[in-house]
């Protein structure tokens, strides 16, 4: 079985902080995503990585960094949280092709209070 | 530009009814690829088809069926007779044969319930 599997389920977080979430696959899939998920708004992609140490900007990066130093790992990072990036994220995983589809972990729910 | 819509945002229905959740899409390109998933409230979004442009084939997986209609841009999703464990929101997504990144980008999602 496919896994994508997140760090953690839910966090709390103060305004200001630096945040980690983290996002480990293991099927050796090339391209990993981190989408965010807003009532109303489907998911909007913030980062995609396709190889290690290489990433491109999705539609909505702003406040937002990535890492991807190993091909089964890719972290997403906020420099400063804020209360408006209170939100579900979800990492993916997929063949670099692109051909398949993506396999999801089961998202993290991040309050910035 | 690409875009998905979804325009039911939120569906109610009776168990053992059928229902049609609506995805129409925009692009310029001949080659893409469509989705559809599922994300019960564990949260974890599960895939349930994917479709390319040169086929449009109606397909049928179970109580599942997709009809895909390149004339009117639209790629709906029909659950027969529905089952309390069908509540979920379903995704419908487009992905660019000429980006062949996977990027996805998603409709706004249909919440279904399916009330016993």
């Known amino acids: 079985d496919v896994k994508v599997t997140q760090s953690s389920r839910y966090l709390v977080k103060r305004t200001g902080e630096k945040v980690f979430l983290e996002c480990v696959q293991d099927?050796?899939?090339?391209?990993m995503f981190w989408y965010r998920q807003d009532p109303g708004l489907g998911l909007r992609l913030i980062y995609f990585?396709?190889?290690?140490?290489?990433?491109e900007k999705g539609d909505i990066p702003e406040g937002y960094s990535v890492s991807r130093e190993k091909k089964e790992r890719f972290s997403l990072i906020l420099e400063s949280a804020s209360t408006n990036q209170t939100s579900m994220y979800l990492c993916?995983?997929?063949?670099?092709?692109?051909?398949?589809?993506?396999?999801f972990g089961q998202g993290t729910r991040l309050t910035v209070v | 530009a690409q875009k998905v819509t979804q325009a039911q945002t939120e569906i109610s229905v009776v168990e053992k009814e059928d229902v049609t959740l609506d995805c129409v899409y925009e692009?310029?390109?001949?080659?893409?690829?469509l989705f559809w998933y599922k994300q019960p409230p564990s949260g974890e979004l599960v895939f349930l088809i994917r479709?390319?442009?040169?086929?449009?084939q109606n397909e049928i997986s179970g109580r599942y069926s997709w009809n895909f209609q390149k004339s009117t841009s639209s790629f709906n999703f029909t659950i027969t007779a529905s089952q309390v464990v069908d509540s979920a929101v379903y995704f419908c997504a487009l992905s660019l044969g000429s980006s062949n990144t996977g990027k996805l980008i998603f409709g706004q999602g249909t919440t279904l319930q399916v009330k016993p």
């Open positions: 993916a995983s997929s063949f670099l092709t692109g051909l398949t589809e993506a396999f």
């Open positions: 990585s396709y190889d290690v140490k290489m990433k």
């Open positions: 479709r390319n442009s040169f086929d449009e």
């Open positions: 692009t310029r390109d001949t080659t893409y690829y």
């Open positions: 099927m050796d899939h090339e391209n």
